[in-house]
């Protein structure tokens, strides 16, 4: 089964990707947690991309493609894979299906995680991530049990560059001009499941389960 969870930034697609990929046994692939990795071992493709990301405008499509197919590709979980953050434009989408149809593969579900702009920008810069293993918190509405610090590994929790206001603001403004044209893409091919991403954590997480296990 292949899973796109489609959103704006900060709707909880990191959020809920891990929890859904755990259920369903899917293969997680957060193409801003891959690049976030390729700038911190300062390859190629991170030094290309490290100034889009800290402008909060998209890396261009070859380079996003060319990684997260390699990626696809990988022997990964079982069951298939559960992909967050990408595509992000018509040409990724396009993309995509094109390279997936090529193996004899297809998207199965998109899940449009639905979420107003002020709440985005409450979730995002209220947010730290532990550098270690991945995992989100929120200064408010997840916090971990101890101040700055992961309740998994005790590692120190840091705050993405990104996330800075001005930064927030046009990582939206791309959102809506690049990536909201991919509602009606895959509305289109009757793959779009929509879903009411403003509730809690675990309200979203269950609408997103029943969606998947229809498949
Ligand atoms: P990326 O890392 O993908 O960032 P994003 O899409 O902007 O999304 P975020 O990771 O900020 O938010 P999220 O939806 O995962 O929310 P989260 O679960 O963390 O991309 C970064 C950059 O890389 C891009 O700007 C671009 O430059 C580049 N890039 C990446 N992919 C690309 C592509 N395909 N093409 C081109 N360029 C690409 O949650 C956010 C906060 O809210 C957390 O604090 C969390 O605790 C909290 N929260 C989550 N759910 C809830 C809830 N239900 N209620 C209350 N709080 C919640
Ligand atoms: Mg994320």
């Not at 408010?140 to 705050?159: Q, V």
Request: aromatic content about 4%; overall charge positive.
């Amino acid at each position: 089964m292949i899973v796109v969870l489609l959103g704006p930034p900060g709707a909880g697609k990191g959020t809920q990707a891990v929890r859904i990929s755990k259920t369903f046994g899917l293969q997680h692939l957060s193409s801003g947690d891959i690049l976030r990795a390729e700038r911190k071992e300062m390859t190629e493709l991170g030094r290309k991309a490290q100034d889009y990301m800290d402008r909060g405008h998209l890396v261009p499509d070859d380079l996003i493609l060319a990684m997260m197919m390699d990626r696809i590709g990988r022997p990964g979980a079982a069951n298939g894979c559960l992909l967050d953050g990408f595509p992000r434009t018509v040409a990724q989408a396009e993309g995509l299906d094109k390279r997936l149809s090529d193996r004899g593969a297809k998207i199965d579900i998109v899940v449009n995680m639905e979420v107003d702009d002020a709440e985005v920008t409450r979730r995002v810069t209220g947010r730290w991530s532990c550098p270690t293993d991945g995992r989100i918190y929120h200064e408010m509405f997840s916090p971990p049990g101890k101040a700055g610090m992961c309740d998994d590994c005790g590692t120190a929790l840091t705050r993405r560059k990104d996330d800075e206001p001005s930064v927030v603001a046009q990582r939206v403004k791309t959102y809506h001009a690049e990536t909201k044209p991919l509602v009606a893409y895959y509305q289109s091919r009757g793959l779009l499941r929509p879903v009411d991403a403003s509730g809690t954590v675990d309200a979203v997480t269950v609408s997103i389960e029943k969606i998947c296990r229809t498949k």
